[in-house]
DNA sequence: CGTGAAAGCTGAACCGGTTAAGAACGCGGC
DNA sequence: GCCGCGTTCTTAACCGGTTCAGCTTTCACG
């Protein structure tokens, strides 16, 4: 049994399957009663749209869109937040009928070649870039091709693409001046890599924020989100003859590792150390101690990227917005100094 | 400047889009020289084929599979199983330029309804289901369907589907007598859902193999994969009076959610209890003490699964597989018991 | 030199929708 | 009775490919 075509309407119904087309969209065109019949028999008929043929129309949408990840694959599976964006942008785009083309990439230049093919042969109406880089290429591409894009990040270096940005300069304040008040003076802060706009963003905002609670040393190394990256940044860090007290970590997998370094080198967390994730997850909540995290609402982040794609794919004029600033939770992995 | 066809092509070489169609798909009915002028030209013009287009024509493939995920949202951030399936996938179905289409659900009636309307819609050319149940619904659905499809589980309960299954036997059979050599005579298993069918699988192989070992008492309790679960699961556990001395977790998120409870009630790992995750990911060399895991390749598992559903889409016969045994990683969290 | 077959290419139909242009019809107004 | 107009529907083109039937041209073979 073949899927019904509009044809099939038509020829039950007795019309040209252009009044079908005009009843099934509630196009002006057909009678109220014929329309309604139509509507009948095609869902007697178990009618549904071919996404293909309505693509093929001009003018026509696709009915979906891409996200391209590029990230190394074994720190992905265990890294929360896409799993979190991908369900926020789900949630947005299946109310809308649209679906979501998720495609996991080695280096860059793969994911821009994504970019390409999917505007070449029309796979996607558009798609949600995420880490956003310093000068990054994918930007100038992504405005050359023609395929509706939104950005995660920013404010700037997005070009002319609309972006969904946040401000993380009073979240680390909240951080270090939290830290700052439990007595901490030496505070070390394992970043994500540096390429990445949010990185530094956060690498001035921790300067800055460092500065305005009279801090003297700072500091900032560069890892690449996974734990190994982490555990020998952190075995660095507390090797160090005046070692810091306080560690922020960009991400919960980082922090994670980094617990695991303090235990193994017998630092007890939070009496000789204290921890920080940015980005939290059940995991913050199930280790022992249970890691302080800064909490952003990455699923709301993700909805609000694929309302913007949306409007952008019909053609709206999108403005670029800020996202929620994430809000620091303690728990037991941070705490004052023992005497 | 719009996208090129090939009428533009067709146009360009002074030959008629049939012949272009014939060049550009290397079937006969042009000549070489003519081929080769062609592909040349639509290099020059930066032609690719529409997919819409593609997939309209008689007989036509979308070039995209689907793949849906129904577990709750929280639990799949860190759940690294997915990813590296995903990611798994990925690599092969982008070697054969094919789409994935991800849709997380909230319910099994969601899940049913994204592949009636992937398929009533023309969306995919199949798709990849996963956490196979006893007596799944899903299995008749997508018999009914005019949608190739692969499971992942089985072997029996998959109807005529082509399925990937893995024997859990070998694996858990290790387990248990690793642990039994170990001096563990008490062994508890915080399970993943009773309803799925490879919960059941281990349910058996682990009393099995139990009883091969020797050991009166074998207990499994059932959760869901989360950390919640898993933390009162294993608080209930460690409660009682005649206490296990070992404990083996579904998948990793609960190993470490265990972990955390141990330490909290003051039981120390391993010298008290020894803990074992199933699924390995970076997390379990993470935490401290790192966790002794059975590790399967997922990744491999995605790669095949992808391979044998493009078999299928093809409309070749696949047969049933079974999946690489899991292997047991001996870590820091087990060993015997103090005296 | 005639003939048959193969090679190389064209024209047109087809997939399943959307949409612009136009036809048929009823109706009110003059 | 005729005109103009709005409603309702039909016709046909179009999107960008694939593929089948058929038409030339070439060429080997008897």
Redesign the interface.
Known sequence: MR?PTIVDIARVAGVSKGAVSYALNGKPGVSDRTRQRILDIARDL?W??????R??SPG?R???VGLVVDRP????????????L??GI?TEL?AAGV??????TEDQAEELAAYR?WA????VDGVIMVDLRTDDPRVAALEEL?LPAVVLGGPEGVGGLPCLHSDETAAMREVVRYLAALGHRRIARIAGPEGFRHTRDRTRAFREAAGEAGLAETRTVYADY???AA?RATRRLLALAERPTALVYDND?MA??G??VA??MGVDVPSRLSIVAWDD???C????P?LTAVVRDT?ACGREAARMLLGRVEGEAVASRQAPPGELHPRASTGPLAP
């Open positions: 899927r178990g549904a749209p071919s996404g293909p043929a693509a093929l026509g696709v009915g979906a694959a074994p720190a992905l599976g265990v890294e929360p937040f896409f799993m979190q991908v369900s789900e299946t679906d979501l083309l998720l495609h996991v093919r070449a042969e029309r796979r023609p996974t734990g190994e555990t997998l994670v590792a617990l695991g235990r193994e997850s059940v995991l909540g199930l280790v022992r249970s699923v």
